[in-house]
Nanobody, 124 residues
Framework: QVQLVESGGGLVQAGDSLRLSCAASGRTFTNYAMGWFRQAPGKEREFVAGISWNGAITYYPDYVKGRFTITRDNAKNMVYLQINSLKAEDTAVYYC?????????????????WGQGTQVTVSS
């Protein structure tokens, strides 16, 4: 059974940095792309970062580009999301997701397993 467990969220101040972690288990980690999404209250879940199976290709939507960095450690079955210069609008539940293929996708349709999420709250 595939399991994704996020950690690292919390209450931070605007301008701070945060690193989210996701521990994956249950299938061959290196066969699949990974992604991070977020969902704020009253809003749809949105894609914030994707990474290919070997970490060679990453993708960020314009609204987070330059502040978010996704990485993975295939030896540890871990994926990370570094968030710098946090803003109040980054407040959301952040979800780790495992892709359907080795190459990342830019929407929820490209992922078939999800974690439970970790709350990030940015106070201004």
């Amino acid at each position: 059974q595939v399991q994704l467990v996020e950690s690292g969220g919390g209450l931070v101040q605007a301008g701070d940095s945060l690193r989210l972690s996701c521990a994956a288990s249950g299938r061959t980690f290196t066969n699949y792309a990974m992604g991070w999404f977020r969902q704020a209250p009253g809003k749809e879940r949105e894609f914030v970062a994707g990474i290919s199976w070997n970490g060679a290709i990453t993708y960020y939507p314009d609204y987070v580009k330059g502040r978010f960095t996704i990485t993975r450690d295939n030896a540890k079955n871990m994926v990370y999301l570094q968030i710098n210069s946090l803003k109040a609008e980054d407040t959301a539940v952040y979800y780790c997701a495992s892709g359907r293929t080795a190459v990342h996708a830019k929407g929820p349709w490209g992922y078939d397993y999800w974690g439970q999420g970790t709350q990030v709250t940015v106070s201004s």
